[in-house]
């Protein structure tokens, strides 16, 4: 089956800072990869998906590059603010008509003002 | 809308008690699924429905009971359950597209913090 690994586990950094979180995973046939924020107490909410055939993709502060001869896709935030502080999980999920999601063990960064 | 409800937002139940999870959505959409998330840890994913029948039960045990009466509402009743058990129940629907390339947007509900005693 499909492994996705996520690292950093922990993430500090200062308010402005950009930060980054790498995944990789092993399933060639996986071919969607979302990026989940959650917030303590709340439920997973989807920030910004990729399919393979994308290298890139970009939402306002947030963008996500993809590597699929590598296998390995990442999580680019530009000038963090406090309010990203949270938890972040990649998934990556094979084709078929629903989604069934191979979560990393996710990210906690942390943003200083 | 984008939104997955769920209630409710916390329950305490005991191991001889029943109670049901409840989840709706109303994006029209086909799939829906039921996560177990424990603290620190992603979700674990527990079954998926597509167009009301199951098609994924990731060898949960039985004590866990799904049910989907209709496309807009999945729920999840509960018996016999053990503190382990304890957890956030994530409930999330996506589109279901047959013959899709590739994967689809999954959105989660804010979940149930459940608390076995």
């Known amino acids: 089956g499909e492994n996705v690994e996520q690292h950093p586990s922990t993430l500090s950094v200062q308010e402005g800072d950009s930060a980054v979180i790498k995944c990789t995973y092993s399933?060639?046939?996986?071919?969607?990869f979302p990026w989940y924020k959650q917030e303590l107490g709340k439920g997973p909410q989807l920030i910004i998906d990729?399919?393979?055939?994308?290298g890139e993709k970009k939402d306002q502060r947030i963008a996500v590059t993809l590597n699929k001869t590598a296998k390995h896709f990442s999580l680019h935030i530009t000038e963090t603010q406090p309010e990203d502080s949270a938890v972040y999980f990649c998934?990556?999920?094979?084709?078929?008509?629903?989604?069934?999601?191979?979560f990393g063990k996710g990210t906690m960064l942390l943003v200083s003002p | 809308d984008t939104e997955v409800t769920q209630t409710p937002k916390h329950l305490v139940m005991g191991m001889t008690n029943k109670k049901s999870l409840k989840c709706e959505q109303h994006m029209g959409h086909r799939a829906m699924y039921w996560y177990k998330q424990k603290a620190k840890k992603p979700p674990e994913l527990m079954f998926v429905?597509?167009?009301?029948?199951?098609?994924i039960n990731e060898s949960v045990p039985s004590r866990f009971s799904p049910e989907c009466p209709n496309s807009s509402l999945l729920n999840l009743h509960l018996h016999a359950l053990q503190p382990e058990d304890s957890a956030l129940y994530l409930c999330?629907?996506?589109?279901?597209?047959?013959?899709?390339?590739?994967?689809?947007?999954?959105?989660f509900g804010p979940g149930t913090r459940l608390t076995v005693l």
């Open positions: 429905y597509s167009y009301e029948k199951l098609s």
């Open positions: 399933d060639s046939a996986s071919n969607y």
């Open positions: 990729i399919r393979s055939n994308v």
């Open positions: 999330a629907s996506s589109q279901e597209l047959r013959g899709q390339g590739s994967g689809n947007e999954q959105f």
């Open positions: 998934a990556a999920s094979r084709a078929r008509g629903y989604s069934t999601l191979t």
